[in-house]
């Protein structure tokens, strides 16, 4: 089975940036979605968008909450998707996970161990 | 966007004893529903896919059945280590969204 490791949390302030990776192995990365989903503290699961695969031209869908402050992207060439989250507010602070799909509208078939982003002054 | 109600919120049960999540969905999202099993300070695992479909790796105890706006997990004989909140999920339309979870206890 593939693994997924995020690296790129920590903490940040309201209104700046970071950017989260997720570098894949043991798996044809290119050929799959690549998803992101966090998990607020004391709440539950929530998927913030995914890249399709470059068969698809790695076009991305978002969640109405991070659309236009988060972006998704992918570099097949080093097994690798990113995570550009700008303009963070302190909601989003949770613990980002990333995760594969087979295919757009599927399941997530394996997930990360997730990274902890934690937006405050 | 498709809200999931999952019940009950949460359950706590006896070693081999059984419990039964339900997943209702406020449309219907045919057989586009997964379930995932959550431990504390753990990524999710996969479950069961496409409401009934088995996952390799996954003991024979946990069972999905459902279609249309209800669907259920069903964990029998559970174990200790089944004690964690479980997730269902539905990719049939965007934004992909999740029940709220159903934390199981073991007692």
């Known amino acids: 089975e593939g693994q997924l490791v995020e690296s790129g949390g920590g903490l940040v302030q309201p209104g700046r940036s970071l950017r989260l990776s997720c570098t894949a192995s043991?798996?044809?990365?290119?050929?799959?979605?690549l998803s992101w989903v966090r998990q607020t503290p004391g709440k539950g699961l929530e998927w913030i968008g995914f890249?399709?695969?470059?068969?698809?031209?790695?076009?991305?869908e978002y969640a109405a909450s991070v659309k236009g402050r988060f972006t998704i992207s992918r570099d097949d060439s080093k097994s690798s998707a990113y995570l550009q989250m700008d303009n963070v507010k302190t909601e989003d602070t949770a613990v980002y996970y990333c995760c594969s799909n087979a295919a757009a509208g599927s399941q997530f078939d394996f997930w990360g161990q997730g990274t902890l982003v934690t937006v405050s002054s | 966007d498709i809200v999931l109600t999952q019940f009950p919120d949460f359950q706590s049960v006896t070693p081999k004893g059984k419990v039964a999540i339900t997943c209702h969905a406020s449309?219907?999202?045919?057989?586009?529903l997964h379930w995932y099993q959550h431990k504390p300070g753990q990524s999710p695992k996969l479950l069961i896919k496409y409401a009934s479909q088995s996952i390799s790796g996954v003991p024979s105890r946990f069972r999905g059945s459902g279609s249309g706006t209800d669907f259920t997990l069903t964990i029998n004989s559970l174990e200790a280590e089944d004690s964690a909140t479980y997730y269902c999920h539905q990719s049939r339309s965007l934004p992909w969204t999740f029940g709220q979870g159903t934390r199981v206890e073991i007692k």
């Open positions: 043991g798996y044809s990365f290119g050929d799959y979605v």
């Open positions: 449309q219907s999202i045919g057989s586009s």
């Open positions: 890249v399709r695969s470059r068969a698809y031209d790695a076009t991305p």
